[in-house]
């Protein structure tokens, strides 16, 4: 029909709107893109330089001799400027295989106090796994910039590490 409008086009019949020549536009300022993976581990939450009393007062049930176990969810957030010929900071299928290659895949079904080399000797408490996991994550971020670590070990408590502090 003449004279009809793209906008009054089933959307498979309209034209596609023209792609940019040249890659995308830049963009002033980061963009965080964030990828979450789950996994399954036990752990204990026991300080043996202390007494069997000092632990069970610190950390009660966590304590206990064959530990417990969480569902956790991982979130990894990666932060820079898109690249003007992908429009990704990062591409999100490598930063899933990533995440899983050096945490999820290490941690699922095991106990984080035995089963894990990267962990040994370390209490893994939430807030400990975060920095050992940053530990893990960032040297194999080669596009944009690592920039948070978020556990969270129930749906309600979670820790989240932002990387070292700058030296002075």
Not at 99 to 108: E, G, I, L, T
Not at 118 to 133: D, H, K, S
Request: proline share 10%.
């Amino acid at each position: 029909m003449p004279g009809k409008s793209q906008r009054s086009k089933p959307a498979r019949l309209r034209a596609a709107p023209a792609a940019p020549s040249k890659g995308s536009q830049p963009v002033a300022g980061f963009v965080h893109v964030t990828r979450q993976v789950h996994f399954n581990s036990a752990h204990r939450l026991y300080n043996p330089a202390f007494s069997r009393r000092w632990n069970e007062k610190q950390y009660g049930l966590c304590t206990r001799p064959h530990g417990h176990g969480h569902n956790y969810v991982l979130e990894v957030t990666v932060s820079g400027r898109p690249d003007p010929a992908t429009g990704y900071v990062i591409d999100l299928g490598e930063l899933k295989a990533i995440v899983n290659r050096a945490v999820a895949d290490p941690c699922d079904h095991r106990h984080l106090n035995e089963d894990v080399p990267f962990l040994r000797g370390l209490i893994p408490t939430t807030e400990n796994l975060v920095v050992a996991f940053w530990g893990q994550l960032a040297p194999l971020i080669r596009q944009g910039r690592l920039h948070s670590v978020r556990l969270y070990e129930t749906p309600r408590n979670f820790v989240e590490y932002f990387g070292p502090e700058p030296a002075l």
